[in-house]
């Protein structure tokens, strides 16, 4: 289990460094996934597993478009552009790959094609340039905002699982939002000591980002993914207010609360102990604010 002290911890201090360090380790592949061991009687009739990870393979699978405005975001740095695109890119990919084929071996009847081809007409709409920073450093606080978010949202789905191989599954996922989340800390740590931007702005980036959490990608594959369940689970009668409300108090309940402050005080580069005096605030608009 990932813990806070793990994040705390040891981090490059030069993005060569932490691509490095993350290169080599193996990386898990499809292949060690055993969906023919899947215990169907665990899961399938769990509606709220299903909204959840119905709607984080939509998203995971529509990463490739937001990874080639990234990418480009990032041209004037190499090698920021070439880890982007060799590794970040493809391993948000698998994540969507391997949890398509864990819901559509849960819930065959579902049509995922249609339901994705609806999310994504509106979600490519939100995939542009201008919804990036245009501070690089600035972008690199976003992005880890964003991985802070990923890394709560795997690590609550992961405690919600009853089932042995999406427990595993869940598991490598969130594991690697936290290796993403050390890429992000890097990169920005070694921008900024190129030509450093104020903690004000920092802080400003952070709020930013963890504000529009609040209306995230999450919010706009589960109302498509609601919109295309068909018969399944039809027998419960529920509104899509009432789904969204259920699904989104079961991720605040369940956040892993000092993980995620860990995680989003690290950009501001803060002495420990004014990190320390800063944690118990924190901690109560992390709760509010990653509740998706």
């Not at 080639?68 to 391993?91: C, F, K, S, T, V």
């Not at 995230?216 to 594959?221: C, F, G, Q, R």
């Not at 509104?239 to 079961?250: K, T």
Request: with cysteine; hydrophobic share 40%.
């Amino acid at each position: 289990m990932t813990t806070a002290s793990e994040i705390h911890g040891r981090s490059a201090e030069g993005h060569q460094d932490a691509g490095e360090a993350v290169s080599a380790r193996h990386h898990w592949r499809l292949a060690d996934i055993d969906y023919a061991h899947i215990d169907h009687a665990a899961v399938a009739q769990d509606e709220d597993m299903f909204y959840l990870l119905m709607s984080a393979s939509f998203v995971e699978t529509g990463s490739d478009t937001y990874a080639a405005n990234l990418g480009a975001h990032y041209a004037r740095y190499p090698d920021i552009q070439q880890w982007l695109e060799d590794r970040w890119e493809h391993e948000e990919l698998q994540h969507g790959e391997s949890l398509r084929r864990y819901v559509e071996t849960v819930w065959p009847s579902f049509d995922w094609q249609k339901a994705y081809d609806s999310f994504f007409a509106e979600y490519s709409l939100l995939c542009t340039q201008e919804a990036l920073l245009e501070d690089p450093r600035l972008e690199m606080v976003a992005r880890c905002v964003v991985e802070t978010g990923t890394t709560a949202y795997y690590h609550t789905l992961r405690a919600l699982s009853n089932e042995p191989v999406l427990t595993g599954l869940l598991g490598h996922i969130r594991n690697d939002e936290v290796g993403h989340f050390k890429h992000f800390l890097a990169y920005f740590k070694s921008l900024q000591a190129q030509e450093p931007v104020g903690r004000l702005r920092i802080a400003q980036a952070l709020y930013s980002r963890l504000k529009e959490l609040r209306e995230s990608d999450s919010d706009v594959a589960l109302r498509h993914v609601y919109a295309h369940k068909g018969e399944l689970f039809s027998d419960r009668q529920r509104s899509f207010d009432a789904v969204a409300q259920r699904i989104y108090h079961l991720i605040s309940t369940g956040l892993p609360a000092q993980l995620a402050v860990q995680m989003l005080l690290k950009p501001m580069l803060l002495p420990p102990k004014l990190e320390s005096c800063l944690h118990r605030p924190i901690s109560r608009l992390a709760c509010r604010m990653l509740a998706y």
